[in-house]
Every structure is written in C-alpha cells, then in structure tokens.
C-alpha cells in the first residue's frame, strides 16, 4: 500500500470554500478514493506545526482557513482513536544515522498529535483554553525557527562578502559572484550543509543523554551519508542560497523564511518508503517540484490537481 503525506497548502486548497461541517464528508469521499487506490495517508507534523501556529491567536488573518486545514489534515490520517504520523525529521535522521531516538521530539510530535486531534473534532473556546498555552509554545518555535533561518542566511551573504550592505552579494563585481556560485555548487558546499543537520541532531541527543562523544571524522562519514541518502533538501537549501547571490533575496520579505519548513518537507521527497511502502508527497509548491526534477526525484511527487485525476481512475 502506498503512504501520501500532504503539504501545508495541498490542505488549505482541499479546504477552501468549504465550511468547517463540510470538511467532514469531503475527507470521507477522499479516503474511499485513496482505498480504492490503495493508498493510505499520513500526518507530517512539520505541515501540523505550520497550520498551528496561525491559531494560536484568533486575529491571525488565516485562523479560519488554517483551522478547517487541520480538521482537514487530523481526519485524512485519523480517527477518534490513533493517527498516523510520520517521523519529524530530527527523528529521521537519529533513527536512521545514530540508531537511536530523541525522546524531547518525541513528545513534542505527541503534544502536536493531541491538539489537532482535539481542534479537528471539539474546537469550541473550551478547548482553545486549554490548548492555550500548547499552542502559544508552538507559535513561538515556529516564528523562532524562522527568524533563526533568517539570521543564518544573513551570516552566508557576509562570510561570502563580507562588505555587504544589503543582502546583495557583490552587486557591482560579476565574477566574484560567479565564484561563489561555483564553490556553492560544489560538494563540499553538500557535505557542509549535511553536517549542519547530523551536527543539530547530535547535540539533541547528546542533551538528551542518549549518546556519548563521537568524534568529528564520524561525525562528518554520517553527514556524507545523509548527503546521499537525503540530496533533496540540502538541494533545496543550496537554491535558497543560490537566490541570495543571484538577486537582492531578502529573506525578511514576503513569508520567505517560510522556506526552512519547504526544506524540511523535503526529506519526505524522493526514492523513500515507510513500512516498506513507497512514500509520495502531494505539493503545488514550485520550489519543491523543480527542486525535486533537479534531483530526479519528480516520480515521487505529484501536484494537488495530479493526486486528485489519479485516485478518479
């Protein structure tokens, strides 16, 4: 049976121009679909996190359009008894580099389980009081995720010019940019970026006291490792970077530090499975998909109006 996860924006398509009591039996037409198709579904809560942070005050101008997403996304891999959900991808890498798990993300995966769980079936002022504070903490590790993204792009436009004013990077001097694009390209550049995410995973299990020192030589033999394994986010990491020094890319404009959760979903893209089964993700996002033919990884991906003409067959 094939696993489908969907994306952020996939749900708030599906959702649009219905009510919250029509999501109901838009999920169910959806789900007899997808088992005639043998499919079956499952949550990622990186795409959970993002829908939770914009009901976290009811002044958010997408509170009503990202709470009929999660009733949404909860009922499309969920029942009033379990859900399934795919590994967050801290999880993923020490499950798959390290042999062990964090059980902080644990159950943190667990918290983001039980509040869509609880706004997809009873989202009545009750439970927003009570998920009040859950909630609050998710919002603030989204837009702390984000800002922290931001400032790391802003440190790669001045360790590669450091004169810079702006976020243009050597505005008046095209072949120094075109050397920078040509170390960015390079693998060194890939294992760099693959070590940054073994890096950010060890020091959550070394916090967590579920591992001892390694050194750096293995530290560095695993990231090459994920390089191979996941080139499909670090690909994406290297376009973003690669926008930085091909134009004024201001990562503070237009929700564009909204990246760092594409980059993350994209470690469910690619030749994956889960259970043995062959792992697709459904996006209309632009960046992904042309991230993911660069990277042959296009067979694994389908655009919101591709999944929905292939469950009609």
Known sequence: MDKVIFDTNAYRYLVKNKSFDDID??????????????????????????????????????????????????????????????????????????????????????????MIFHLATNPDKKTFNKLKKNLQSN???????????????????????????????????????????????SEATTESIALGFIFMVYQLLIFSGEIKIISNEELRKRAKSLAEMFPEPIALFKQVFE????????????SRANFVWDILLMFNVGNHNVQGSKLYFVTSDKAIIRTAISQKSNLSILSFDEYMEYLKK
């Open 25 to 114: 039996k838009l999920i169910q037409k959806l789900k007899s679909r997808e088992k005639a198709n043998n499919i079956d579904t499952l949550i990622s809560p990186i795409v959970a996190k993002e829908l939770l942070a914009h009901v976290a005050n009811k002044k958010d101008p997408s509170f009503e359009k990202c709470l009929k997403a999660i009733k949404a996304l909860y009922l499309h891999s969920g029942n009033d008894k379990s859900y399934n959900m795919i590994a967050s991808p801290e999880l993923l890498i020490s499950k798959s580099f390290f042999n062990k798990t964090i059980p902080i993300k644990e159950e943190t995966n667990k918290s983001i389980g039980q």
């Open 139 to 185: 919002y603030i590790h989204v837009s702390e995720s984000e800002k922290n993204f931001a400032e790391q792009l802003r440190l790669f436009v001045f360790s590669v010019d450091p004169d810079s004013k702006s976020w243009q990077v050597f505005p008046n001097d095209k072949k120094k940019r075109e050397n920078a694009l040509k170390q960015l390209r």
């Open 243 to 254: 926008n930085l020094i091909n134009s004024e890319f201001n990562i503070y404009e237009n």
